[in-house]
């Protein structure tokens, strides 16, 4: 089992700046590919990003590409979420989420393909 708990979301506004941080416990899990995906009202589920624990390789949707960043630091088993110039079309339910058998070749984006997910940080962006 995989537990990931999301902190760090809030109210900003637009141009502004937040981190997020997803903090996993439970299996060891360095060759996990981790996952940021979002849920605006009334939308579909989307993804964000994505990195590969144990290479460090980046993956962004063209929507958040220069303006978002992830990251993770080992130690402390955390995954975080740099949002800068955020816009208010940014304001959604963000997710952390684990893809525990991912191991290269195929899309990062399918949020099937995921098998632990956290609960979820609001992020509101005001206009």
């Known amino acids: 089992q995989v537990q990931l708990v999301e902190s760090g979301g809030g109210l900003v506004q637009a141009g502004g700046s937040l981190r997020l941080s997803c903090v996993a416990s439970?299996?060891?899990?360095?060759?996990?590919?981790m996952g940021w995906f979002r849920q605006a009202p009334g939308k579909e589920r989307e993804f964000v990003a994505a990195i590969r624990w144990s290479l460090g390789s980046t993956y962004y949707s063209d929507s958040v590409r220069g303006r978002f960043t992830i990251s993770r630091a080992s130690a402390k088993k955390t995954v975080y979420l740099q949002m800068n110039s955020l816009k208010p079309e940014d304001t959604a339910v963000y997710y952390c989420a684990a893809d525990t058998f991912y191991s290269g070749g195929r899309s990062v984006e399918n949020e099937d393909d995921y098998d632990y997910w956290g609960q979820g940080t609001q992020v509101t962006v005001s206009s």
């Open positions: 439970g299996r060891t899990f360095s060759s996990y590919l």
